[in-house]
């Protein structure tokens, strides 16, 4: 093989003027710098709340829908069937409101051999989805189960050595719907449904845990979920979606069989202030930071993406802190705009993806951590 | 001399479980380690919200005036002409509500000579007033060269080498009271009312400029005020207060002639960002923070006073942020979140003082920078 | 017995100027209106948000307790256990922040004969509480029953002829505090806790139904509560406050044994816009309100108490509503919001006291409304 | 003359799902029932903030422009041009997300003679525009003579018998870009820009009150704008534009030369309260509403369009209100839900069409109102 036919994941990081601002991909595609058909996944940032009535997502995901079908050359409403978007609501405080369109070109080879392997590992995407889910099985052993699944059978496809190449799983979990008196059936059987956000956002956690080997079989159960914070993954990623009814996964590595020249890192913050934290990330992939951060430096991150939660039990390094008290300001408004500070102030980017509610995903109050990076 | 007789400074920062918790100060007079008539000022963080509606600072203030009303023998709505409260709502993020209680022993010598210096100089604190102004001096020169006064008269009284010894002029900016119709004659003689907080703040802390020598008298005028951000002080620290006749000064410096542990040292940060400008101050006052902070060092940090602004030209190190166009969040609120998560991040202290709007705090979208440290 | 032995309660409806405003109440006891010893509850609406971190109650009651613990001679903090305060947070829209203090004078007599009956049945109020719960007592038949009791044994003490003469129970729902192990026995018994404020008011509010004949003994079990909404109370009004162990219980009636001009009336509003209903409470009270209403009548009026809730259902009068999905503002903000402007505009006076949260308080998406007004 | 040749206005009033659901007019012209070509414009109230960051609106409109593009067979940003849409953020509390499509079909008689006249009055609708204007002429006598001018050019194609027929006068108030230096050369010539929205949508609604007799000609000047209150319209309904050069409008009038089963009415509200002044405007137009309102009355209403202001005295009925010192909540959010409350509980119709800001509409304080319905 040549690398000329390897493969090769591209990713511009677009500044966006307003929610449906989707000129810097036209501007790509016009240009011909990128075919639509290698666009693989969008993820964003929008000047929402990040709540049930953030319309701004609505009209990134719209923009992108009519400009990609229209080059595509399928309705609207299909491009979502090909391309996975990722947008997530609220740019507090200094967050750039952007968009990174990842682009995969080529392919993997068939039958890789050592031959096949580079000098450095570089960057890797591939989509995947569990089954349909149950409303019984999700925050419980069965989505857990089904999602490692989903995972092994991803990691497969990234052509990496083994699970520590793989750096992040970006989710949308599955909440199917259900009647209410499905409900108290189901309650009424003694397995009370646990069909919300917060356990399939668990739930999904623990499954790419499990499946990359950071908790083991045995000290997984349905009571660990939302209530033995300790088990967790450090690489996970995940919102939960009302109404889908299977968990659509997007998995980020790095392989000895890529070209391109991004690779991709991850740590996990033990708190919103961390800075140690994202120094080791940073550091992980070559970065040499400084404070301030060196420009040259900084103009190598490509996209930084991190889960932020307000720690439970109202203390951040042993404090009090009045997040999870105000009836005012809700405290995923305020743990996106610490932690997005924070990472923005050591990375020198304002350009951070940041997305809250961490249940399972890095340790309580903490959470992961990826970056990904041009190398050097 | 003797140290005996010489002015010490101390600094107690509490925690505070509420608005109205004063049993930090408590404790310290129940126990005899402070006299009540030694109490020289508070500045605290409150959860409110930082506006108008935020009725957590008179909570604070009240409880204090009782506590120390009752200590000091007099009534409670005395005890402001005694002690000087200055208390800033607005907890956002990590910040963990706090009062920092300044008690100044003993006196400086009435005639400082050289045997009086010690070998290095230490925090020593002073109130000042300006004369009470017209609602047609606000945010115009008058103001500005009555705060220089006020200022200069503080110094005198601080024991200080010269101006460069002083790092920190917290003000209560006075805005008198006026009718309707004083306003309009005022517009029709050509020379509208300034009369609002604003203007107060930023001819505040433009008096503090001309005091200290951060700004040329030439360089000064009525129009620069709220127009001209290249003049701008870093150290002055205004909040501005309808009904107040008089501006309230509250000057913090190191002198040769004061003992105690604590020193000050400022700087100016020039974004929300600015970790380097973070580090300079504390390098400057002897601490060797890291990452993540040494709790060694950052257990020598007695207090932490920032004043925080978003950007107004809308974007932040060249990139757009959202502060300002959020019409369900204040920018306030932001502001001080960022801000206050960059200081609690770099120095590992979440009991930051960050109090918001800075016209002429440093320069537009940065601001003033002063910490108290324990020395080594 | 004669009038000037007999039972009086005045009440006395004071506009605040800020949450510490007690200057009405200051005035009445300056002139020697009335005795300290008299005051027997103050209700009242301040301007905060009525959620956690709403601190405005606690300036209302702090200077209540001052004024008063001096003019009673006891301490500041003694004084809630002579004087009952209720005060909501939340002065939505044209909600005028107020306080209505009732001062009962005389008391009825021992043993009311019938010649003790006046022509006219008039306001008289009295004070109770429940035994100590257990946590996993409240939200269940336990809370239900003792609660009943609390309002029967009340119901004695008013001089009432029957149930039908009381109009309003207001309450402090107990919720008493538990251990995180307390709570996981009580799951693996079978029962889990229900220690929260909306099953506290839920099962408050059962409770004055089944002591006043509201709901049947029989149709009342563990599972309504929280559950079947078609039974409930247009009398009950309660608050449930974490950490209290007994319920506090306010009963307000109306006496053919009492004196006074103020009689008291209460009806079910159907939905937040049941204009019909509260002329229906007006006309039942003698109140000709006309629209415009008419300033005389409007006069008459001294207090307006009613509980408001956004409808689950997410519809009002069959259209949707979007206060359930905004996460921005609270759909408890709107909710009282709503309610007080219709209460305003058709009673024609902004001092109306609308709490929130109204589980079993009338039909879901209704609630109880009560008012008193002097007699003609 | 004949009804097939005479104009007709039909309105259809639509619930939506959400900010981007225009299935309604979807429907209508799918079935045929109404043409494309003959839709003139679209007014809807969407869920969002109402302020900078609603996206709601965009949501709206650009839904509508691929509807209406694909059946007018132009692309979707040329639907403006041709369709006048006015859609206003911010359903508070129980105001139900809606929008009303107007279709004009058929055309005034060219010139009307006596035997053109109906019997009845009926609905008829005109758009127009004013000239482009200057910076400058923002907020002063030209831009309130242009509106003026651009009024009555409108009155003149309504077919109405004199301005008393008019009643609703819907306006996109103009506001210019300018450059600083423009504007601080136009301060030194002692005429200080007022290009903003408040004086835009003073100076409109002026301008109307202007054309239709509602102000005379020497009592309006510069100095009136933003200053003189008792100068106001009970017809004009103005949002401004930044960005927009000239003023788009809209006017609403009943015409003896009109079909259709549609009356328009106004009246003026004197403050959010009033109850009597919504009735005035009801009675005016036959509707028997009672209270609660008659169903069938109610469905005789097609649209409820009013403007509302949290009264800048600070109080209402003469009692204190603390919207305007609330810096949670923008008194925009509340000043619109009280008078949708009001409006909805009187009228028995959530779906009202509130928007804020009244400078010069309606007294200070209040504001106009106007009502579409179906004659009976």
């Known amino acids: 093989m040549s690398g000329a036919t390897g493969l090769r994941v591209r990713a511009f990081n677009f500044e966006t003027r307003g929610p449906g601002d989707v000129s810097g991909l036209k501007g790509l595609l016009d240009r011909g710098e990128v075919r639509a058909e290698d666009v693989v996944c969008v993820l964003g940032k929008t000047e929402g709340n990040g709540g049930r009535n953030d319309f701004t997502r609505d009209l990134a995901m719209g923009a992108l829908e009519r400009l990609l079908g229209a080059r595509l050359g399928v309705p609207p409403e299909a491009v979502q069937d090909r391309v996975v978007f990722s947008f997530s609501g609220g740019t507090e405080g200094v967050v750039t409101p952007h968009m990174i369109v990842f682009v995969r070109e080529g392919a993997l080879p068939q039958a890789p051999s050592p031959a096949?392997?580079?000098?450095?590992?570089?960057?890797?995407?591939?989509?995947?989805?569990?089954?349909?889910?149950?409303?019984?099985?999700?925050?419980?052993?069965?989505?857990?189960?089904?999602?490692?699944?989903?995972?092994?059978?991803?990691?497969?496809?990234?052509?990496?050595?083994?699970?520590?190449?793989?750096?992040?799983?970006?989710?949308?979990?599955?909440?199917?719907?259900?009647?209410?008196?499905?409900?108290?059936?189901?309650?009424?059987?003694?397995?009370?449904?646990?069909?919300?956000?917060?356990?399939?956002?668990?739930?999904?956690?623990?499954?790419?845990?499990?499946?990359?080997?950071?908790v083991r079989r045995e000290d997984l159960s349905d009571e660990v979920v939302l209530s033995d914070y300790r088990h967790y993954s450090a690489i996970a990623s995940c919102s939960a979606k009302p109404g889908l009814r299977r968990t659509e996964l997007l998995a980020f590595a790095n392989s000895a069989y890529a070209d391109g020249e991004l690779q991709i890192g991850h740590g996990v913050l033990s708190d919103l202030l961390d800075v140690a934290g994202i120094h080791a990330v940073a550091r992980g992939l070559g970065l040499q930071l400084g404070a301030p951060p060196d420009p040259a430096e900084v103009n190598r991150i490509v996209g930084v993406f991190a889960k932020s939660e307000a720690d439970a039990r109202g203390t951040v390094r042993g404090r009090r802190h009045t997040m999870l008290s105000d009836d005012d300001i809700s405290d995923t408004r305020y743990s996106r705009c610490v932690l997005s500070s924070v990472l923005a102030a050591t990375l020198g980017d304002t350009r951070v993806y940041v997305s809250t509610r961490a249940e399972h995903h890095g340790p309580q109050g903490g959470g992961p951590l990826a970056m990904i990076v041009r190398a050097r």
């Open 116 to 214: 096949d392997r580079r000098a450095e590992k570089r960057l890797t995407v591939a989509v995947g989805y569990t089954r349909e889910f149950e409303p019984g099985e999700i925050g419980r052993m069965p989505q857990i189960e089904e999602t490692a699944r989903a995972v092994q059978a991803l990691v497969q496809e990234l052509g990496v050595d083994d699970p520590s190449d793989v750096h992040l799983i970006q989710m949308k979990g599955a909440i199917p719907s259900f009647t209410h008196a499905e409900a108290e059936a189901a309650a009424r059987r003694g397995a009370p449904f646990r069909c919300d956000m917060a356990y399939s956002r668990g739930a999904s956690a623990l499954g790419v845990a499990l499946a990359l080997g950071e």
